[in-house]
Structure formats: C-alpha cells, structure tokens
C-alpha cells in the first residue's frame, strides 16, 4: 500500500504541468420532509412557534426524562448562547410542555 | 429466570438488569433491536429508546434517524459485523448546524488567511493541485457516540453507539494548502470553517481549530474522497478536514474558511463546548476544570451476536467484532467476564493505525450462560477500556467496556 502510494505520489511529480487528476462535479440532495408530530398537550403552540424553526419535533421527543429545572436550564440555554428570538413570555409554556410530553412519554413506557 | 422471558424466549432486558446482582452494568452495546419494520431500539436506559429506521436519506441505506433537519443519521450496529471499512451509505451522518444542500464545484473557494504571509483564495483544482495525493484509513467518530447509553442520562443527541465508522479518506495534506499561503513565524493553531452556518443571528459559527503540531502532521488531510469517491454531500462535498486519532468534531465539514491564529482559540465550540472534565467526575459534582475533547481513547465492540442472543450449550463458540486504538495502535483484545473469565483475542489484520480491527475468540466449550461478557481493547501506550463510566455531563468519549448476556441452550 505505501509502495503504490510512493509510486502514485512519483507520477503526479512527474506529471506536475498537467491539470489535476481529481474532478469535481456540483453536488445537490433534497432532503426528506420533517413532519411536525408534536402530541396535543397545553404549550404546543409555544413550542411550534418558537422552537421548531432549529429543532425538528422528532428530536424533541427523543430527549430522555430529566426535571423542570433542566429544562428552564435548556431554553435559558438557546436564548443566551444560541440567541434563539424566544418570546419571554412564552418561556413557561414551552417548559410546561417538555415535562408534560416526558410525564406522558414515561406513563406509555412503563413496564 | 423464566419470567423475565418475553413470548420468543428471549430474556428481555428487565430480566437483565434485575438479574444483574449488583455488578454496575451500563446498557449492552448490541442491546439493539427491530422491534417492527422500521423501528429499532437502541436500548437507552430509561428511553425513549425507539428510532426510525430509513433509507430516505439521499445516497444513504438504512439508517437510524436521531433528527431529520439539519441530519442527524445513525449506523445500525449490524453494518460493523459486515467489515471494517464502513461504506459510504451507512456512515454516521451529524451536522451541527442547516447545511446548503446544493454545491456548485466551481464557484466553491477555501480562503486561507489569519497569520499567513499572503492570503490566498483556493478552487478545489487549487487545492487538488496543492501537494501529493494520500490515502489514510481512518475512524471518524462523533464525541458523543454512546451519549444515549449514560447512566444517569445527561442531554444532547441520545446516539446509540453507531455514531462511528471507518473509511478511506483521500486528499492533499494541510500543511500542502497551509503552504499555499505560508504561514507566519508564531502561529499556535489552525482554525476551520464549513458552509454550515447558523439559523439565528449571533448564534456561534461551527468553527474548530487544532494546535499547529498536529495540524503539520503528516496524515491530516484536506480531503476530498471517501473510500474512493466523491465525498457524499451529507458527509461534507467538497472537502473536509480528516484528523486521523481525534474525534470528528475536528472534522470540519464543506470546508470554506482556513485561519491560522498566534494565540489560543477563544470561539464557542473550542473554548466553551466539546470539552470533559480534567479529572473524573461524579454526577453530584458541579464545579470543576474542563479540557477539549481530542485525541480517541481504544474501544472494543461484540459484533457478531445481539444481546441475549442463545448459544449451544456444551459447544464451543466463536465471538467476532471490531477494535479500535484511537489515537495509539492496537496492543490486545482480550474477552472478560464477570467472574474471570479472561480470554485472549486473535487480531485480524492490520489495516492501519487508525483503522477498526477485526478479532476473534473462541470459547472452547459453552458451559453455563455468559452474563455481562465483553472485549476490553489496550494501546501500545498502556490505554485500556475502563469497567466502569468515565462520566461526563456532555456525555463525551465513552469508552467503558460494552458488555451482553448471552444464553447457553
């Protein structure tokens, strides 16, 4: 392997005037939809309008359980670092719907 | 223990736990399951565990979903039983911030500047031009891989372990394109930036920096191909940055921006996140120091049977999976049990420092069940997998050992 890369390293000094061997062609993708799956509970509206626009629904149903501390920790944490356009005013309902979705999420997983 | 088996006579994984008596166990590496057609649980103590499983990602197989916008694409375990080099439609896929998905080849440009001696604005034929053409076989990992499986739980992406993999990445070096602009008598770091910007304003840029020495090396690359072709766009079309040993977060991705700096790199993600604690922690602890995450510690995978697979009973068997050494080569692979049982690994071939490594054990006769068996990897420099949690609130480089039951029938 180090052989055939010394010998490929050779020829392109050799072959330095010729135009690069490596071609690039335009990339494009489309990406698939991010359907906005987010259960009915009180606060819903203040999640779509100030969260989704950065996090997709899925993921904010991904997140395991933690206290409501941490979750007013986490929007200070968008509004301070991430400088989300959060609404003050809508804070307590978008913390009100985190642990409402987890207490609804750890009641179907229970054993 | 018949209770604790579910309707197939697989022992779930309450059974698991409750049977443990008392050894410290995290969640079993291959604790995977399908549970319907396209749905997989990564077994996440305390879930939510369940993820999507699809092949609608453009260019991409089957892959476990932990965001669809900006993609956050995990490898299903299964993919690192079929080889050590992961192909390009399975790689992990993890962007920080909204990607352009759209990349014309001719308008792209990499600006290097900060301390040079004369600025320059690089084509990709430029940069393809730059130097000799390398090839290096590399784990590119996720500093997170394995955050779900903390215990306790800390937030972030709830990846399971397949937020890793191993391809051939090909390119010119850095210093080659550093050189290009030359840098200045003086300069401590290299910084990187990608097409990946922020959605709001003020919002800190992805942007990384690496200190000079490592950024001279020899085999950190400006890269442009991924195990022989194009690098997908999903994985950073049309370059990035390849940082053989470190964690991907150095990886920057669509590389536009190359800055040298003179001094210590202040921005977000060097000096605030990605980083772990100086010293182990326990989760009551709040203040402490923090260091940058960098250099990969070895790690060690059971690839061959799922978690509460059966086995024969009376028979001998063969365990297969993958190894790696992070940042230092492969020393040994050895399988531990709970209560002793310590054997050594045979190790397939060497196919590069910074590559995964096949190994093999054979048990030679399956007596009883194998509770909580599993691989433990060591360097040559004396790294070895720890039994127990380097916990981090980040949930940042994992590397205890993974361990499965499996039942002798």
Redesign the interface.
């Known amino acids: 392997m180090r052989a055939l890369l010394l010998l490929i390293a050779l020829g392109l000094l050799a072959g330095c005037d010729r135009a690069p061997e490596v071609t690039f062609a335009d990339s494009s993708i489309t990406l698939p939809d991010d359907p906005m799956d987010l259960p009915d509970l009180p606060g819903r509206d203040a999640v779509i309008a100030n969260c989704t626009a950065c996090h997709s629904p899925s993921t904010m149903l991904q997140q395991p359980k933690v206290n409501r501390e941490k979750w007013e920790s986490q929007v200070k944490k968008m509004v301070e670092i991430y400088k989300a356009p959060i609404d003050p005013q809508a804070v307590p309902a978008i913390v009100d719907y985190m642990v409402a979705v987890q207490a609804q999420q750890a009641d179907t997983e229970a054993p | 223990m018949t209770s604790g088996n579910d309707a197939s006579g697989k022992l779930t994984r309450?059974a698991l736990i409750a049977g443990a008596g008392g050894v410290a166990l995290t969640a079993p590496v291959l604790a995977q399951k399908l549970i319907r057609e396209g749905v997989i649980d990564l077994g996440?103590p305390?879930?939510?565990?369940e993820?999507?499983l699809?092949p609608?990602?453009?260019?991409k197989g089957e892959m476990i979903?932990?965001?669809?916008?900006p993609?956050?694409l995990e490898t299903p375990m299964s993919v690192f039983n079929e080889g050590t080099i992961t192909p390009n439609d399975r790689m992990f896929v993890r962007w920080n911030w909204d990607m352009p998905?759209?990349?014309?080849?001719?308008a792209?440009r990499v600006a290097v500047g900060g301390a040079v001696k004369a600025p320059v604005s690089l084509t990709?034929?430029d940069i393809?031009?730059a130097g000799?053409?390398?090839?290096v076989t590399a784990i590119n990992q996720c500093a997170g891989n394995g955050r779900?499986l903390s215990d306790p739980?800390?937030?972030g992406?709830?990846w399971g372990n397949g937020a890793m993999g191993c391809a051939r990445w090909s390119g010119v070096r850095l210093k080659d394109v550093l050189a290009k602009a030359g840098v200045d008598a003086g300069a401590t770091r290299v910084r990187f930036a990608g097409l990946d910007v922020?959605?709001?304003?003020?919002?800190?840029q992805f942007i990384k920096s690496i200190p000079m020495d490592i950024a001279m090396r020899d085999d950190v690359l400006v890269a442009?191909?991924m195990n022989g072709e194009?690098l997908?766009?999903?994985h950073g079309?049309?370059l990035r940055i390849v940082v053989p040993g470190w964690f991907s977060t150095y990886w920057v991705k669509m590389l536009s921006t190359i800055e040298v700096l003179t001094s210590e790199d202040d921005s977000?993600y060097v000096a605030?996140s990605y980083r772990v604690p100086a010293a182990p922690i326990t989760p009551e602890d709040k203040d402490f120091d923090t260091v940058a995450i960098t250099a990969m510690p070895p790690r060690a995978f059971i690839t061959s049977h799922a978690d509460g697979a059966v086995v024969a009973r009376g028979k001998p068997l063969t365990l297969r999976g993958i190894a790696m050494g992070g940042d230092a080569a492969l020393a040994r692979v050895d399988l531990v049990g709970e209560d002793g049982l310590l054997l050594p690994c045979k190790l397939g071939p060497d196919e590069g420092l910074f590559a995964y490594r096949e190994w093999t054990v054979t048990i030679p006769n399956v007596a009883a069940d194998l509770p909580n068996i599993g691989v433990r990897a060591a360097t040559i420099t004396g790294a070895v997998q720890p039994d127990k949690l380097n916990w981090n609130p980040s949930g940042y480089a994992r590397n205890v050992i993974e361990r499965i039951t499996l039942r002798a029938s």
Do not use: C, M
């Open positions: 309450r996440l305390g879930g939510p565990s993820r999507p699809t609608s990602f453009p260019g979903v932990q965001r669809i916008r993609p956050l998905t759209s990349v014309k080849a001719a792209h990709l034929d393809a031009s000799e053409h390398i090839e779900g739980r800390v937030t992406t709830q922020p959605l709001t304003d003020g919002a800190p442009w191909g194009p997908p766009l999903l079309y049309p977000y605030k």
